[in-house]
C-alpha cells in the first residue's frame, strides 16, 4: 500500500514508519517538524513539510498523494501542557485532526489509524483497562484525544471510512536510530536515563504512598515498535464503514521504582532519586486489558520484558545523549 504517517517526524510516527516500509509499503511522512525532527524520518520515506491546521495544503497533500490509507500520529501530547494552554489542544489536536478528515474524505482515502491514548479513561475504577471501561478524561489532552475519536466514529459511519484507534499506554525503547526526544521531556524513562548519564541531577518519584506493592505508581510499558506493529495490523484490517477501537498494553504493570532499579541494572549505573508529592490526576495503576486486540487483529507484544525496552531506549541514549539536537 502507498500509506501516509502524519507526525512522522515524531517518536511513534517515525518507528511506525519504519515498521511500514520494512513491511514493503510505501511510505510518505507529512509532518510540520514543529516538534518532530526531520532526523528520525526514516531513509526512503517521501517527506511533505506541512501543518494540519493548513487545510488547504493539507488537502493538495494527500489528492496528489494516491494514499491507500493514513496513519495520524500528529498530536501534542503533553498533559500538563494541556492544562495550563488547553486552546493549544482544542486547536492543535482536534481543528488538525477535523481538517485531516475532510481531507482524507475529499482524496476518497478510505484506511485510517489514529494513534489515540489511555488518557481517555481518567482515572479508572477497575484495573486492567478494557475497552467498555467509562471514558472520563482529567485533562484536555485527553479530552481532545476522545473527541478525535468520537469523530472518526461518526466519519466511518456516514461515510465508509475504514477506521482503528489504538489506545495506548507507557510507550518504551528505541528502534535503530528512532528514539524518544521530547522537550521538554515528561516520561519517565528517558528522564531516568538522562539522570544516569549526568544529563540530569535527579530522578523524582512523584508519590510513594500509593496502594501498591511498593508505594509508587504502577504504568503498563509497550516497546515502541510493537506499538508500531500494531498499526500495521490495523491499516491491514480496517474495515469500511467501521471505526474499531483497542487498547494496547502488555498487560502487565511497572512500578516507578522498578523501572529505576531495571534502568540500573541495564546502565551499570546508580541513579540519584528524590521522592516528591503525588501529582493531581495521577491514578495508582494504569494497565491495559489487551485481550480484545490479540483476538480481532492478532497482535501480542513481540519484546514485553521492561529491562529490553530500556536497553533500548539506553542504546539510543548513549548515541545521542542530546537527542537529535546537535551536541
Known amino acids: 500500500m502507498k500509506l501516509l504517517v502524519t507526525g512522522g517526524a515524531g517518536y511513534v510516527g517515525s518507528v511506525s514508519a519504519r515498521v511500514l516500509m520494512a513491511a514493503g509499503h510505501e511510505v510518505t511522512v507529512l509532518d510540520n517538524l514543529g516538534r518532530g525532527h526531520r532526523e528520525a524520518i ?15 495544503a493539507l488537502t493538495t497533500a494527500l489528492s496528489a498523494g494516491a494514499f491507500d490509507g ?8 503533553l498533559v500538563g501542557e494541556s492544562v495550563t494552554s488547553p486552546e493549544l489542544y482544542w486547536r492543535n489536536n482536534i481543528t488538525g485532526s477535523l481538517n485531516l478528515l475532510d481531507a482524507i474524505r475529499a482524496a476518497g482515502i478510505k484506511r485510517l489509524v489514529f494513534s489515540s491514548t489511555c488518557a481517555v479513561y481518567g482515572e479508572p475504577e477497575v484495573v486492567p483497562i478494557a475497552e467498555d471501561c467509562p471514558t472520563r478524561p482529567v485533562n484536555p489532552y485527553g479530552e481532545s ?10 466519519e466511518a459511519a456516514a461515510h465508509g471510512l475504514g477506521a482503528v484507534s489504538l489506545r495506548y499506554f507507557n510507550v518504551a525503547g528505541a528502534s535503530g536510530p528512532c528514539g524518544e526526544d521530547h522537550e521538554p521531556e515528561t516520561h519517565l524513562i528517558p528522564n531516568v536515563l538522562r539522570t544516569a548519564q549526568g544529563l540530569l541531577d535527579q530522578v523524582s518519584i512523584f508519590g510513594t504512598d500509593y496502594p501498591t506493592p511498593d508505594g509508587t505508581a504502577v504504568r503498563d510499558y509497550i516497546h515502541v515498535e510493537d506499538l508500531a506493529a500494531a498499526h500495521l495490523l490495523a491499516l491491514e484490517k480496517a474495515e469500511p464503514g467501521t471505526h474499531r477501537i483497542y487498547n494496547l498494553g502488555n498487560g502487565n504493570g511497572f512500578s516507578v521504582r522498578e523501572v529505576i532499579e531495571a534502568a540500573k541494572r541495564v546502565t551499570g549505573l546508580e541513579i540519584p532519586v528524590v521522592e516528591a508529592p503525588r501529582r493531581a490526576g495521577d491514578p495508582p495503576m494504569l494497565v491495559a486489558a489487551s485481550d480484545l486486540v490479540r483476538a480481532e487483529l492478532g497482535w501480542s507484544p513481540a519484546r514485553p520484558e521492561l529491562e529490553g525496552m530500556i536497553s533500548d531506549a539506553w542504546q539510543f541514549a548513549q548515541q545521542r545523549p542530546r537527542g537529535y539536537s546537535p551536541a
Open 42 to 56: 526514516p531513509a526512503g520515506a517521501e517527506f511533505v513539510e506541512c501543518d494540519l491546521l493548513d487545510a488547504q
Open 70 to 77: 493514513v496513519l495520524h500520529c500528529a498530536a501534542f501530547a
Open 145 to 154: 484525544k476522545l473527541a478525535v475519536d468520537q469523530m472518526i466514529t461518526a
